[in-house]
């Protein structure tokens, strides 16, 4: 068995006991990527000398008897949304496509503490802005399971690369389902944190009350471990929470007597995929077989959440992305071929006498900044600024945004009531399996759709992981997701462990060729 066939647990002992060395388990997952990734696209960037500096570092410090990070050695993979000082930070987007940040967001820098080895940076949709990773500027990324399919996104090359066996665990963020729905779609393990779990600091913000940073893995047991050392209070960031971090993969083990498992009764319905709930109805059942109690229960607001998220979170990104202007940040337009064309277009409307229009001809600041946001931004992102900016604007504010705050208030109210009565929840992740690259390009209500089981969870705060419960019958992967109380992560974690236990879906993996295809 090769050091990539083995879990982040497994492959941890193994370089504890001295079996193998860190610098061997990146070398072989450095030819992995090389082999493999050119079918599958999870990663925007390979850094193979700073990763291999980084595993060398491990195996002197053990060599030494010094003592080492929770991680140490361990190859881990990050969306190119979290500052590295390392190299650039690009959000997939041509806007910060040159942009190298001057510090380590704090999820990086903990993983650097704990002697984590830095493979290297993940596609994703850009500004984490959509559902299928198609959105990025700089690349598509494919579905392991079914290279014409979406892996989800916008965390889609973390879901793929782990899916794909590129990284034993990944890094990823989710603002309405991002970690979740591509974890659901490519087979793997997916955890949203608490609102305030993991520190937001150096997180490229897209929605800044929904963001959140979170582990993505092959199973609960190394999401549980990966968590552990990215989560706890942080003073950068004033929404991080002084609570203390859990021992969460120490508990794993820890039977969860008397569970009461909800099911709400508004997810199943019309739109829901049959294979879907027939997997998902499976998992609820083979719950109740380890002892838990099923409890019907209702989220009346949930039909709500959809529309709420998407006020919300382009609101949000309007005022969020008002930085990118080729001043402060990013991409700027070509100014000497822009000051060109606007001289051009004031000598014709001179020559034409036309005095209306050079009153209304832009200055050029006022030029620079249209050219410079409509050059680098690409038609998702601009698409959810014009949307958030209409939201905020006068006479539409108390109608929208306003409104959208007031829903979002009592779908938390009503998540608290539920869990009143239960101690975790069970739903689909997704309304049907990865769906095809391409099918929904050209219609973003479709692709807004896809989060209709995910987005609660965000507008809540609350912690969500998803977990494989089974597959359909073309052989793609779905996804079963749980959701827990506010800073529950433990018993969430306990809960998906415990399935994991008795199933073996997250133990399958997706075929590869000797060679990667032409």
Known sequence: MSLADLTASELLDTLGRGEASAVEAAREYLALIEQRDGDIGSYLRVDAEGAL???????????????????AGLPVAVKDVLCDSAGATTCASRMLEQFHPPYDATVVAKLKAADAVLLGRLNMDEFAMGGSTENSAFQVTRNPWDR????????????????????????????GGSIRQPAGLCGVVGLKPTYGRVSRYGLVAFASSL?????????????????EAIAGHDPHDATSLEEPVPQYAATLDKPLEGLRLGVVKEHYGAGLDGEVESAVRAAIAQYESL????????????????????????????????????????YRTDQTKMVAELAAERKALSDAGDEAGLAQLDTALVRMYRKTRAEGFGPEVKRRIMLGTYALSA????????????????????????????????????????????????????????????????????????????????????????????????????????????????????????????
């Open 53 to 71: 500096a980084q595993a060398a570092e491990v195996d002197r410090k053990r060599e030494a008897g010094e003592e080492l990070g929770p991680l």
């Open 291 to 330: 002892g838990a109690e099923v409890r019907e229960i209702s989220l009346p607001h949930s039909k709500y959440a959809v529309a709420t998220y998407y006020v919300i979170a382009p609101s949000e990104a309007s005022s969020n992305l008002a930085r990118y202007d080729g001043v402060h940040y990013g």
């Open 395 to 518: 006479g539409y504010y108390d109608a929208y945004y306003l409104k959208a705050l007031k829903v979002r208030r009592l779908i938390r109210q009503d998540f608290d009531a539920a869990f009143e009565q239960v101690d975790l929840i069970a739903s689909p992740v997704t309304a049907a399996p990865a769906f095809k690259l391409g099918e929904m390009v050209d219609d973003p209500l479709a692709m807004y759709l896809v989060d209709l089981y995910t987005v609660s969870a965000n507008l809540a705060g609350i912690p969500g992981i998803s977990v494989p419960c089974g597959f359909n019958t073309a052989g793609l992967p779905i996804g079963l997701q749980l959701l827990a109380p506010p800073l529950k992560e433990a018993r969430l974690l306990r809960g998906a462990h415990m399935y994991q236990q008795a199933t073996d879906w997250h133990q399958r993996r997706p075929a590869f060729s000797a060679t990667p295809s032409e």
């Open 211 to 227: 963001d959140q940073v979170g582990p993505m893995a092959r199973t609960v047991r190394d999401a549980a471990l990966l968590l």
């Open 148 to 175: 014409g399919r979406t892996p989800g996104g916008s965390s889609g090359g973390s879901a793929a690369c782990v899916a794909a066996g590129l990284a034993p665990l990944a890094v990823g963020t989710d603002t």
